[in-house]
């Protein structure tokens, strides 16, 4: 059955099966974002609880592969997940299909190292640093990156002075999912505030490390504010839209 079929999508994309207000074009999980069909498989049960609670999200592991392999059954030709958090289950969803799988857009990571001079560093602009760094930074080598190392720079939304602009994108989710995310919103969504608020964060960690010559953007929820991350701090920005359009030219034509 593998890769039996073609429907003209050769990405596929695992996304949670919520919707909330930062999900417009220009986000990561929406469909017409791209130029290209991309072929959606929801996941019904995202997260999976744990003696550590909700304070932080404990991927389905066996619901992704179950996914993985639905969609390479499907036809496509590579998989993208919705969340960079999920980067910890990079060689397990490697190893279970047949297919590349881009977990997170903290694969990148390794690439902006090697294209820098040594003296340069890459910051990593995340929805949540606590969690990039729980487990033995889990997450981070899942992806490829040494750590600890004095050429990663880590700033999270979450621990800033901005927390409460940005969960506002979250505005929509199921009251359920919002307590298991420990998520508050206390004011309505405004493309214009959270871009003022990540815009901020981004061009702090800069002034604090004038020596990050390009910056990861690890939460699918950021492309919306790329280019206005690029215009603000004159650096490279890599986000995971344009990494899923890299992956689509990558695999047309792939049989």
Known sequence: M???????????????????????????AYASTYDFPIRIKFVEKYLINSEKGFDLPNFNLSEFIKCAK??????????????????????ELANAVDIPVFSSNLLMVPLALRMLKKDKKVGILTDTSEYLLRDNCKVLRGCGIDIPSPRIVIKGMMQ?????????????????????????????????????AIVSVARKMVSENPDIGAIVLECTDMPLWAKAIRKSTGLLVFDSVSLVKYIHDATVGVH
């Open 2 to 28: 593998k890769r039996k079929f073609d429907f003209g999508e050769a990405i596929g994309m695992i996304v949670l099966k919520q919707w909330y207000a930062a999900v417009i074009k220009g986000h990561h």
């Open 70 to 91: 639905e969609l390479e059954e499907e036809g496509v030709k590579a998989i993208t997940l919705d969340c960079g958090l999920a980067g910890g289950m990079q060689e």
């Open 160 to 196: 800033s002075e901005y927390r409460d602009v940005w969960v506002t994108q979250y505005l929509g989710m199921k009251r359920e999912d919002l307590e298991k995310w420990k998520l508050k919103p206390l004011g309505k969504f405004n493309l214009q505030k959270v871009e003022e």
